[in-house]
């Protein structure tokens, strides 16, 4: 084709008119639109990345609501009755294979061996609720000749006495109950 048969609404028109020229002028242009369009489409990836990432950002930044309990705690402290307020112990003397069964009554010291056992607290479950008593014992040990020495302090559990357990070579001391103890009579469980 001559270059003068050429419209100029054709879109060869500008070009060099030869019969390969305006293919390799198309094909150009189409390389370039799918370059654009692929620019468009990574920036339009970015962009949906950027916003789903600050969205996450601020859901982190907000605080969590505070755990649900619907549990209410189970244990109480002994009911009110007559006598005093004990924790039923359970004491053994490794050297001398020594075990001995002793009440220490809460808020006050009680003696076992060398150990001076204090009781801070003795709590039980509810009657809705599995058995259990728990202690809060504070336990110094008063070897002859040495400075006194604590070795426990914390609560201790009936159920499970190796889960809080006084760590000593010589002495075990484990909690058994929290009872109500009088004078004249063997404490009883509440």
Same mark, same amino acid.
């Given at each position: 084709? #001559?270059?003068?048969?050429?419209?100029?609404?054709?879109?060869?028109?500008?070009?060099?008119?030869?019969?390969? =020229?305006?293919?390799?002028?198309? /094909?150009?242009?189409? #390389?370039?639109?799918?370059?654009?369009?692929?620019?468009?489409? #990574?920036?339009?990836?970015?962009?949906?990345?950027?916003?789903?990432?600050?969205?996450?950002?601020?859901?982190?930044?907000?605080?969590?609501?505070?755990?649900?309990?619907?549990?209410?705690?189970?244990?109480?402290?002994?009911?009110?009755?007559?006598?005093?307020?004990?924790?039923?112990?359970?004491?053994? /003397?490794?050297?001398?294979?020594?075990?001995?069964?002793?009440?220490?009554?809460?808020? +006050?010291?009680?003696?076992? =061996?060398?150990?001076?056992?204090?009781? =801070? /607290?003795?709590?039980?479950?509810?009657?809705?609720?599995?058995? +259990?008593?728990?202690?809060?014992?504070?336990?110094?040990?008063?070897?002859? =000749?040495?400075? +006194?020495?604590?070795?426990? #302090?914390?609560?201790?559990?009936?159920?499970?006495?190796?889960?809080?357990?006084?760590?000593?070579?010589?002495?075990?001391?484990?909690?058994?109950?929290?009872?109500?103890?009088?004078?004249?009579?063997?404490?009883?469980?509440?």
């Amino acid at each position: 084709m #001559a270059p003068s048969s050429l419209d100029s609404a054709h879109p060869c028109a500008p070009m060099i008119m030869s019969a390969q =020229g305006c293919a390799r002028s198309n /094909d150009r242009d189409l #390389a370039r639109r799918r370059l654009v369009l692929s620019r468009a489409g #990574a920036l339009a990836v970015l962009a949906v990345l950027v916003g789903m990432a600050s969205a996450a950002a601020q859901q982190q930044q907000q605080p969590l609501p505070p755990p649900r309990n619907d549990n209410p705690p189970t244990l109480r402290a002994i009911p009110d009755g007559p006598g005093k307020r004990v924790a039923e112990l359970q004491g053994l /003397d490794k050297v001398t294979a020594r075990t001995q069964r002793f009440f220490a009554p809460v808020g +006050e010291t009680t003696r076992f =061996g060398t150990l001076d056992i204090k009781v =801070g /607290d003795c709590l039980v479950n509810t009657s809705d609720a599995p058995p +259990e008593s728990a202690a809060y014992l504070t336990i110094v040990d008063h070897k002859p =000749g040495q400075p +006194e020495q604590k070795l426990f #302090a914390g609560w201790m559990f009936a159920s499970t006495p190796s889960l809080s357990a006084l760590d000593d070579g010589v002495y075990d001391v484990r909690v058994l109950a929290c009872t109500m103890a009088t004078e004249s009579s063997p404490p009883s469980s509440r």
